[in-house]
């Protein structure tokens, strides 16, 4: 016989109350930030809304080495800011300057180069100065995109972090850049911490109604022969970080070519691999690394894109 120790919580669903409950709840604002991709926010639907990650969501960016798992997550915070979020990033891997140089870029369409120390020229601080009058009139204050200075790989510190950007200044939207950073140790050890950052970072957006957006490694074995598509399954951990997240998407490495004459310009597909509130699905997107801004591809353009044929 078990004995229960504390009175277990639950509802009873079918009562007038619990209806009426659930009839104001479906009618409350959407509370969604938008992607910068149409095809991906259709995908997001309960309380997404068809119009974005909603917060409280957890969602993984996967992606082999150099398939812009950052740049896709700093394209998504661009949105964020420009829907007047403010944004949190925990960077265990780039610095502030680095990734000041590719948000500015994204921001206001300056090549990255031209941002570049050497190459900056004084004019651009006009620049820089007029896209944040934009971002401030859109905010109706002072936008904040908050970075960590000094590296932080710790679990506890890293979420710590997180709470201090959400109590003192309110953000929302939080950017883990990436998770098997967070790890040390021998497999084993990496594959608990792995799962444990996880596991917290669902519970985070959940509790505290924010959207996180964890960036990860897919393993070794998903990268040996890149004509094979990467799936859930290839992400280090991956049961842990598929039954954490509402949603993972994938940057897809087999279908993954550079323009012939703008060798800056890179093509290829999001694939989100799971998602808990609707279908999966493909989204054609175009890299330029002069800006570093990604965009979606036009249904008359999908042809042209790598296994577009077959899309």
């Not at 957890?58 to 661009?78: E, P, V």
């Not at 570049?116 to 601080?125: H, I, L, N």
């Amino acid at each position: 016989m078990v004995t229960m120790t504390a009175e277990p919580e639950f509802r009873n669903i079918l009562d007038s109350r619990a209806v009426d409950d659930f009839a104001a709840e479906q009618q409350k604002p959407i509370t969604a930030v938008p992607t910068p991709f149409g095809a991906w926010n259709e995908m997001c639907r309960g309380d997404g809304g068809r119009e974005g990650l909603a917060l409280g969501w957890h969602t993984i960016i996967g992606g082999a080495t150099n398939m812009g798992k950052t740049m896709l997550a700093l394209n998504l915070a661009a949105r964020a800011l420009r829907e007047g979020y403010d944004v949190g990033l925990v960077s265990l891997e780039m610095s502030v300057t680095q990734i000041q140089q590719r948000l500015y870029s994204i921001l206001t369409g300056i090549e990255g180069d031209e941002l570049g120390r050497g190459t900056y020229e004084p004019a651009r601080t006009r620049d820089l100065h007029t896209m944040l009058g934009e971002l401030k009139e859109k905010h109706g204050q002072q936008p904040m995109f908050l970075i960590n200075k000094a590296p932080i790989r710790d679990v506890t510190d890293i979420l710590e972090s997180l709470e201090w950007f959400r109590q003192e200044f309110n953000v929302r939207v939080f950017v883990v850049d990436y998770l098997q950073l967070c790890t040390s140790g021998i497999e084993e050890e990496i594959r608990r911490q792995v799962a444990r950052v996880s596991g917290e970072l669902f519970t985070y957006a959940h509790h505290k109604g924010a959207l996180t957006i964890a960036l990860s490694q897919l393993n070794r074995f998903a990268t040996r022969d890149r004509k094979i598509p990467p799936q859930v399954e290839s992400l280090t951990e991956s049961s842990s970080l598929e039954n954490d997240a509402d949603m993972v998407a994938l940057l897809d490495h087999s279908n993954y070519e550079k323009d012939t004459l703008k060798p800056w310009i890179h093509r290829t597909w999001i694939k989100v691999g799971k998602n808990r509130h609707g279908a999966k699905g493909d989204v054609p997107i175009e890299w330029d690394w002069k800006t570093f801004r990604a965009r979606e591809a036009q249904p008359d353009e999908l042809h042209t894109w790598p296994g577009g044929k077959n899309a």
